[in-house]
T-cell receptor
Framework: DGGITQSPKYLFRKEGQNVTLSCEQN?????MYWYRQDPGQGLRLIYY???????QKGDIAEGYSVSREKKESFPLTVTSAQKNPTAFYLC?????????????FGEGSRLTVL | AQRVTQPEKLLSVFKGAPVELKCNYS??????LFWYVQYSRQRLQLLLR??SRESIKGFTADLNKGETSFHLKKPFAQEEDSAMYYC???????????FGKGTTLSVSS
């Protein structure tokens, strides 16, 4: 079954803890993205990666970190420095960064900080 | 600065009525614009892009550079059109999409 898989679907975290959200794709896409979705805020870009071992900050990168060691994987770490981490996180991929128009999205991960 | 504005949070219409979801943008140069849709319990997915000038599920969108708009239209709404709709714009570098805040379309009978 081809596509993008995010895990876990739901995650609870205590304040002060780091947490890592997984994103895996088997579409052989070069580019991958992390967005944060909040009610009334739409989707805001956190980080994106055009190619393995390279990534760029999006509009709201503070308090987050990523890595891109493999083409198919783009994990997002929400650090304790993120002031308001409770949100719905969406991972996406596209064939290439220059063709970012058609994004394929995962089902999302909902993070709740207690 | 590049920006996408969707002025309506919620749009409620009756089945069979025309629909227009508004999208305005701010961009230097020639923009590339898209509409994405998220149906209940489904993934966010591409609906249409301005460059292909296609009609998907009866929806069309025309880029109006003079008014910096890319409104989504459908002449006769169906209940299955109820969803969250996002307008999106390529960033200046052409490497990622910038999304608007979204409009929820509710179609009732």
């Amino acid at each position: 079954d081809g596509g993008i898989t995010q895990s876990p679907k739901y995650l609870f975290r205590k304040e002060g803890q780091n947490v890592t959200l997984s994103c895996e794709q088997n579409l052989n896409h070069d580019a991958m993205y992390w967005y944060r979705q909040d009610p009334g805020q739409g989707l805001r870009l956190i980080y994106y990666s055009q190619i393995v071992n390279d990534f760029q900050k999006g509009d709201i990168a503070e308090g987050y970190s990523v890595s891109r060691e493999k083409k198919e994987s783009f994990p997002l770490t929400v650090t304790s420095a993120q002031k308001n981490p409770t949100a719905f996180y969406l991972c996406a991929s596209s064939i290439a960064a220059g063709r970012a128009g058609e994004l394929f999205f995962g089902e999302g991960s909902r993070l709740t900080v207690l | 600065a590049q920006r996408v504005t969707q002025p309506e949070k919620l749009l409620s219409v009756f089945k069979g009525a025309p629909v227009e979801l508004k999208c305005n943008y701010s961009y230097s140069g020639s923009p590339e614009l898209f509409w994405y849709v998220q149906y209940s319990r489904q993934r966010l997915q591409l609906l249409l892009r301005h460059i292909s000038r296609e009609s998907i599920k009866g929806f069309t969108a025309d880029l109006n550079k003079g008014e910096t708009s890319f409104h989504l239209k459908k002449p006769f709404a169906q209940e299955e059109d109820s969803a969250m709709y996002y307008c999106a714009l390529f960033n200046q570098a052409g490497t990622a999409l910038i999304f608007g805040k979204g409009t929820t379309l509710s179609v009732s009978s």
